[in-house]
């Protein structure tokens, strides 16, 4: 599957709320998310579509194999 990447700069305030969700997600998730999973949570639910199959951190795979 081809992947782009997308270059997003945040102010500090909006970083911060991104961490504080990180840490809330957490306590459901078993582990801290990545920001960028935070935000791929967040555009899915904007645009109402489920991308929990093709939208994985693969870094994570890489690291759990």
Known sequence: MERSQLNLRISEQ???????????????????PSRSDVLRLALAQYLEVDL???????RRGAQRN
Do not use: F, V
């Open 14 to 32: 909006l970083g911060k709320l991104i961490d504080a969700k990180r840490i809330e997600l957490a306590k459901t998730m078993g582990s801290i």
């Open 52 to 58: 929990s199959a093709t939208e994985q951190d693969r």
